[in-house]
């Protein structure tokens, strides 16, 4: 026989992530710690705009999930994923990766380890560079639908409130947008619907229908890059719908 004691620690000793380890301001939060018999490892991790761990990997491999916020997650020759809350990222033993917050957005996840015979949870590199946490993507390409003369770009930060829907609309020339916070159901008419995020842009030709542009439940908030032709000014026009 044995007896099993039950240990409750309350509000967990919250610490700042050290430099050699991470770019930017992390904070992390032990949950479990390796321990008598046991291996288990769970951190609690907030991750500020922008900030990332640096390459490393884990003997017995790793469990992410995110709990809040929009980050990324990258392993080595290939692109950076975005990963949000809900999301849950399984990375295998000795798979050199990185994770972290958008570039515009906090993250925080769960991360769960297992320890090595020696009692460490991971191998650590070098720092995730600029290049490779941008990714470099090309985010968008498409033809616009007709050819015209572009004059002038004007550039505006628009923001929704949580859940506003402004309904259908066109617009007096093309409009290409990128998402800096929250998210948004975007659907150009004929076109399925899809749900953007930050980081993520859209493209909405000039007279073509916007049938949905809804805001999700925390707002939205995205750069419009309006493109002009000579003495226009931006135009929006709501559509009716039958």
Aim: a negative charge; glycine letters at 10%.
């Amino acid at each position: 026989m044995y007896t099993q004691v039950m240990e409750i620690h309350r509000n967990g000793e919250r610490r700042r992530g050290p430099e050699e380890w991470f770019t930017g301001v992390v904070h992390l939060t032990p949950i479990a710690t390796p321990a008598d018999d046991s291996r288990l490892a769970i951190f609690d991790v907030v991750f500020e705009a922008g900030a990332r761990t640096a390459w490393h990997w884990h003997p017995h491999g790793q469990v992410l999930h995110v709990t809040e916020g929009w980050g990324r997650v990258g392993r080595r020759n290939a692109p950076a994923e975005e990963i949000r809350p809900g999301d849950s990222v399984r990375i295998a033993p000795g798979e050199w990766h990185w994770h972290g917050a958008g570039p515009t957005t906090s993250m925080r996840h769960l991360a769960v380890q297992e320890a090595a015979e020696n009692g460490t949870t991971a191998e650590w590199g070098e720092h995730v560079t600029d290049t490779d946490y941008q990714g470099r993507a090309t985010l968008l390409r498409s033809r616009l639908t007709a050819a015209k003369r572009t004059e002038s770009v004007e550039v505006r930060r628009i923001r929704l409130s949580p859940n506003e829907v402004p309904g259908a609309h066109v617009h007096n020339c093309p409009v290409v947008g990128s998402i800096e916070q929250g998210s948004v159901t975007f659907q150009r008419e004929g076109e399925p619907s899809a749900v953007l995020g930050p980081g993520d842009v859209f493209y909405e030709p000039e007279a073509v229908t916007i049938s949905r542009f809804d805001a999700g439940p925390d707002g939205l908030t995205f750069l419009a890059y309006f493109l002009l032709d000579g003495g226009q000014s931006p135009e929006i026009e709501l559509v009716a719908k039958h």
